[in-house]
């Protein structure tokens, strides 16, 4: 029974849960989180009082690493000496901290994240600026408690005679809590010190006149005031932080980009790696080479560029897509009376003056004790020497030292320990001059006592000894800012032309959706034949543009593809191209119906939409610029199961022809479309019937006479000139263009607005396709129904008909003109 008892049966999660609070407690309190008075984690305040204890100090010779590390895991920090040595490391590289902590000889690592030499390489000792952190420890100014044996006492906290906190900086991460605190300029932390002992109700825009912002060992610009002011009022912001970069001009006409300061806790090694691979996979146009010419006067990179690159998009890019601007987020985390807390700046100024005070206190509390009991042996002593005869005579006539020292306080009233002084004294101090220099001591207690104990008594004079030192380690440390802070957060903007290498391309779109770019050698070499299509489908599109220029592509579903021309697959003329998918997810049963190329979305031009259930949208072009591409982007609304048929770049006075399959033509001004929105439904094009639907909405220019090409289902193919109707307005019933007949009438395929050249395919459901000559048939009048062209019986009824595409420039002229 006795040995059941040993044992709990406790459920798991009760178990686990104790015990992970346990380790997350002692994580966040003992490893990874600052004390908001000294600004030091554990194993750093450890590090600096180990060497201080072993008089590793600066004005002393340097001393192994390891040994060091030794005595810090022995005495005072039982873990790991990788992490004792890497702690150690970081306190002394100049471009992690602020002010190093740690001076070291050898290899102490690198910007470029080369790791130190071991520690059995590398010598170090405290820094200059640490006996600050450490000085008057030994006064009693800070508790101590035992360390992990019990054998030896270790401070739980450092005097910290300058806000390191602030000064340093931290970053960590603990179970439940990170924490990224930034570096500051030391004489500005100092002086908003100052001003919140001084103006205890300091706002944060006030301290901010001395404290302007973070000051970064490796420089650099801050972006964004706004972030700073937020972070000190809450302990959260947001800051943009670039490296510094200049353009310099070379010989020839040619320029290079300089870079000698690269963001803090940025890897120099990677961000050079990551420029040359943009260089590399052509990312970014202009640059030529990329070099690390970092040696022992200071960081330099260059990135050379090539004749007439744009090197300001080149640097933009670089800040848009390499670390060489990155984002720092404040989190102010610190352990601020045992507790982890998320602390502004006025907090943690308040828990350093705090600090300050209890420090102040407590050393002059010691030495005020010192000096009073040093002042009462010195009275003793001298009222020993006033009487040195009688004194004299009672020593020698004394069995021993106890013996004299009881007769001393016996006769002449003296205290224990004044006895202790007059029996121990050595016979030289009873000369003449050590008479005086016993009074004068004297004296000096005295005013040394009165001063200390006006600071105890007064809160005021306390504070003017706090920021008499504060301004002393100001006048012996402070330096020049590092880091430029600018108002606003630069918006970065990359033009196309550094991005993309200008190449004129061909650009093919099929009706089935597969579009591809190929390079005008490849269409050459296949002498523009053997274009390869899958079966049943036909080229819908082919323009020679530019990688810069934009295609916008349009589907029967009313949705629109904005596609990049640099953005396609390159593919060979012969090859099928990518399927519309693949690039942009697009719907089952969705087509493509037109692809229209664009150079600039800024000029005066409009989309014009034609749909099958008789409406028509105008839309000015620039409303279609989009910035995402990754998906399909509503360019009309369709209402029910209305689709598109046809899409134009119009200027904006253009004539519209209209027709439906029941064989009605309508014809108006396309001033009568007013522009909408982007989403807009627009208006009605022309009055359906019953079962009527539109089959095709045409535009032309009415100084030019084009034809007028009708097709059939039937495979009748008829022309017309377009005297044959009147201009009317929108929205009318329009002409009949056939003769109707009783018995299985005309319906209308298609009709297309044709010049002397043009061809038109019909493809019969049979997949049976024939091409017409539009000036194989003479102008008709209305009353007529055409040519037939085929045998439907035999090859079928035709289904669709379309324009033979040509091989377009449409950018040829200096305007944006539909070819």
Do not use: C
Not at 145 to 157: L, Q, S
Not at 232 to 254: D, F
Not at 389 to 398: F, G, K, L, P, Y
Not at 502 to 523: A, N, P, W
């Amino acid at each position: 029974m006795a040995e059941a008892e040993k044992y709990l049966d406790l459920p798991l999660e009760e178990v686990l849960g104790d015990r992970f609070g346990r380790y997350s407690k002692y994580i966040i309190q003992e490893r990874a989180l600052p004390d908001a008075r000294d600004g030091l984690k554990p194993v750093q305040r450890r590090i600096l009082y180990a060497m201080h204890q072993e008089r590793n100090t600066h004005d002393k010779a340097y001393r192994k690493s390891a040994k060091t590390v030794g005595t810090v895991i022995g005495n005072y920090h039982p873990h790991g000496d990788t992490s004792v040595y890497d702690a150690m490391v970081r306190l002394s590289q100049m471009w992690k901290v602020r002010k190093p902590l740690i001076e070291m000889h050898g290899n102490n690592g690198s910007v470029d994240g080369d790791p130190p030499a071991a520690m059995r390489y590398t010598e170090a000792r405290l820094s200059a600026i640490s006996s600050e952190l450490l000085r008057d420890i030994e006064k009693e100014t800070v508790e101590h408690i035992p360390n992990f044996d019990d054998t030896i006492e270790e401070p739980t906290v450092l005097p910290a005679k300058f806000p390191n906190l602030l000064v340093n900086g931290s970053t960590g991460i603990s179970a439940g809590y990170a924490t990224e605190i930034p570096p500051h300029n030391i004489g500005e932390v100092i002086d908003a010190v100052i001003m919140k002992i001084d103006k205890p109700d300091s706002t944060v825009p006030e301290l901010m006149d001395k404290l302007k912002g973070p000051d970064f060992p490796t420089g650099g610009t801050i972006q964004g005031v706004d972030g700073i002011q937020k972070a000190y009022e809450t302990g959260k912001g947001k800051i943009v932080l670039r490296g510094r970069a200049e353009i310099q001009e070379l010989r020839g006409g040619r320029e290079q980009i300089v870079i000698d300061e690269i963001p803090y806790e940025v890897n120099k090694a990677s961000m050079v790696k990551r420029m040359d691979e943009l260089r590399i996979d052509r990312k970014v146009e202009g640059i030529a080479e990329v070099r690390d010419e970092t040696d022992r006067t200071g960081l330099r990179v260059v990135i050379e560029l090539k004749k007439d690159a744009n090197s300001e998009g080149v640097l933009n890019y670089m800040y848009k897509h390499t670390d060489l601007q990155i984002s720092y987020n404040f989190n102010m985390v610190a352990i601020h009376d045992r507790t982890p807390t998320l602390m502004n700046l006025p907090m943690m100024l308040d828990s350093y003056i705090k600090h300050q005070k209890e420090v102040v206190t407590r050393q002059s509390i010691f030495d005020l004790n010192k000096a009073k009991k040093r002042a009462h042996i010195v009275e003793g002593l001298i009222k020993a020497i006033s009487i040195l005869d009688e004194v004299i005579a009672t020593i020698r006539s004394s069995k021993d030292k106890q013996d004299a020292k009881n007769q001393l306080m016996a006769q002449y009233e003296f205290t224990e320990e004044q006895a202790e002084a007059i029996v121990t004294l050595q016979l030289y101090r009873l000369t003449n001059t050590d008479i005086t220099a016993l009074q004068s001591e004297a004296e000096e207690l005295q005013k040394q006592i009165a001063y200390l104990e006006k600071i105890l008594a007064s809160d005021h004079e306390l504070m003017k000894v706090i920021k008499a030192d504060l301004r002393s380690m100001k006048k012996k440390y402070d330096d020049a800012r590092m880091t430029n802070i600018e108002e606003q957060v630069e918006e970065l903007k990359v033009d196309l032309e550094v991005t993309v290498a200008s190449e004129d391309v061909l650009v093919t779109v099929t009706k089935d959706g597969y579009i591809k770019r190929t390079s005008l050698r490849s269409y050459a070499a296949s002498n523009g034949e053997d274009f390869a299509l899958k079966d049943g489908d036909h080229l819908l599109r082919m323009y020679e543009v530019n990688t810069t220029d934009t295609i916008l592509i349009f589907t029967n579903l009313g949705k629109y593809l904005f596609i990049p021309v640099h953005k396609l697959p390159d593919i060979r003329w012969k090859d099928l191209g990518q399927y519309i998918s693949n690039i942009v997810q697009v719907e089952k049963g969705e087509y493509i119906v037109e692809a229209i190329p664009v150079r600039n979305f800024d000029q005066d031009q409009y989309l014009l939409f034609f749909t099958k259930n008789g409406m028509v949208k105008k839309s000015e072009l620039k409303m279609y610029q989009a910035q995402r591409h990754s998906k399909a982007l509503v360019a009309i609304n369709l209402k029910g199961d209305d689709e598109v048929v046809d899409i134009y770049l119009t200027d904006g006075h253009s004539d519209i022809f209209i027709a439906s399959n029941k064989a009605y033509g309508l014809w108006y001004k396309e001033e009568e479309v007013n522009p909408v929105g982007q989403r807009a439904a627009g208006v009605k094009a022309i009055h359906l019937k019953d079962g009527e639907h539109v089959v095709s909405g045409q535009i032309f220019d009415p100084e030019k006479d084009p034809s007028i090409l009708i097709s059939t289902h039937r495979a009748a193919v008829k022309r017309m000139k377009l005297k044959e109707f009147e201009r009317t307005s929108r929205a009318k019933r329009g002409v009949l263009m056939l003769r109707e007949l009783k018995k299985d009438p005309h319906r209308l395929i298609d009709v297309h607005l044709v010049d002397r050249d043009d061809q038109i395919i019909l493809k019969t459901n049979k997949d049976e396709a024939l091409t017409v000559n539009t000036m194989d048939f003479k102008a008709n009048d209305r009353y007529s129904n055409g040519s037939y062209v085929m045998d439907i019986d035999q090859k079928g009824k035709v289904e669709e008909a379309w324009k033979k595409p040509v091989y377009e420039k449409p950018f040829d002229t200096d305007d944006q003109q539909e070819s």
